[in-house]
């Protein structure tokens, strides 16, 4: 059974930092390229970054370029997403996913393979 588990999220001050952890299980994590969306109360969810099974390539919004960072461990199964200067605009739940196309992890988190149940980060300001 596939299974993507998010944790790390929580409160914090606009300009801390959080770093989120997605850990895989059931599924080869070295073929799979791995990513992050959020969804705002009363917002669409929205991509956030991505990062390619091989480690090769990242992808990131622009409102989150320059302040969040993701990276992933083969040796853990698990990616990471490194938040800082965090905004209460970035208030969120944060979601993770998986999928064989970088395509799809980038643009289209209803349909990825493996979909985590999210994570709530709370900005304050």
């Known amino acids: 059974q596939v299974q993507l588990v998010e944790s790390g999220g929580g409160l914090v001050q606009a300009g801390g930092s959080l770093r989120l952890s997605c850990a895989a299980s059931?599924?080869?994590?070295?073929?799979?390229?791995m990513g992050w969306f959020r969804q705002a109360p009363e917002k669409e969810r929205e991509f956030v970054a991505a990062i390619n099974k091989d480690e090769s390539r990242t992808f990131y919004a622009d409102s989150v370029k320059g302040r969040f960072t993701i990276s992933r461990d083969s040796a853990k199964n698990t990616m990471y997403l490194q938040m800082n200067s965090l905004r209460p605009e970035d208030t969120a739940v944060y979601y993770c996913?998986?999928?064989?196309?970088?395509?799809?992890?980038?643009?289209?988190?209803?349909?990825?393979?493996?979909r985590g149940q999210g994570t709530l980060v709370t900005v304050s300001s």
């Open positions: 996913g998986a999928d064989r196309s970088i395509r799809k992890v980038v643009n289209d988190f209803n349909t990825l393979d493996a």
């Open positions: 059931g599924l080869t994590f070295s073929r799979s390229n």
